[in-house]
């Protein structure tokens, strides 16, 4: 994917090199391996990680898929806490184990050879949900609706002379919070079909 690309292997590669080197140089060489693994995953992963990481991730992933301004701050809010949380569980015990034993030079290959997968899930799981539409063409709705409407009246032996649209209102009435939103949809773009016919009829 193109936004996991330029949000995961463009900061995973140029950025994670430029921090490791920062905290290899900040972190004391006389301490124990030990200090310095625990000093340097804490600085990595309790104060990069969800200060600059994400936020930086969240805006040029949301760049890559054409999101504005407003909606990458509310995808941000929405998913930042859960991120984080999946962040910490995939990421403490790999950095812990990377900063102990793989030398500076080859962290970065390491670090991206993980990212691949982290990166991945990390991209579907902050985009943002799409609003979808159902649009039915006038003369298609208009047919669907009136053989949808007949076959609930011969269904329930509904009076022949009820009128369609009011019989498929009462269906997407009752059939709302129990049918997937495609075909509440559907259902909903039918009624406004025979509704609007009724009213050029009515106006005939």
Same mark, same amino acid.
């Given at each position: 994917m193109v936004d996991s690309l330029i949000g995961g292997g463009l900061y995973a590669g140029a950025g994670h090199k430029v921090l490791y080197a920062f905290l290899e140089r900040v972190v004391p060489h006389h301490w124990s391996l030990m200090e310095?693994?625990?000093?340097?995953?804490?600085?990595? @992963?309790?104060?990069? /990680?969800?200060? =600059?990481?994400? %936020?930086?991730?969240? *805006?040029?992933?949301g760049w890559a898929r054409g999101y504005d301004r407003e909606r990458i701050e509310a995808n941000l809010r929405d998913t930042y806490q859960t991120t984080l949380v999946r962040n910490y569980i995939f990421w403490l015990p790999t950095t812990g184990l990377m900063y102990a034993v793989v030398p500076l030079h080859l962290r970065v290959l390491v670090m991206?050879?993980?990212?691949?997968?982290?990166?991945?899930?990390?991209?579907?799981?902050? @985009?943002?949900p799409? /609003?979808?539409? =159902?649009?039915? %063409?006038?003369?298609? *709705?208009?047919?669907?609706?009136?053989s949808l409407a007949q076959s609930i009246r011969d269904q329930h032996g509904i009076s022949t002379t009820s009128n369609s649209a009011e019989v498929l209102a009462q269906v997407a009435e009752e059939a709302k919070g129990q049918v997937s939103p495609i075909v509440a949809g559907t259902i909903g773009s039918s009624v406004s079909q025979c509704e609007g016919e009724n009213r050029r009829k009515t106006h005939k």
């Open positions: 310095r693994t625990l000093s340097q995953m804490a600085l990595s @992963q309790f104060v990069h /990680t969800p200060f =600059i990481q994400l %936020p930086v991730f969240y *805006g040029l992933t991206n050879s993980a990212s691949y997968f982290w990166n991945t899930g990390l991209s579907l799981s902050t @985009q943002a799409a /609003t979808m539409k =159902i649009v039915v %063409p006038p003369g298609l *709705g208009q047919s669907i609706a009136e």
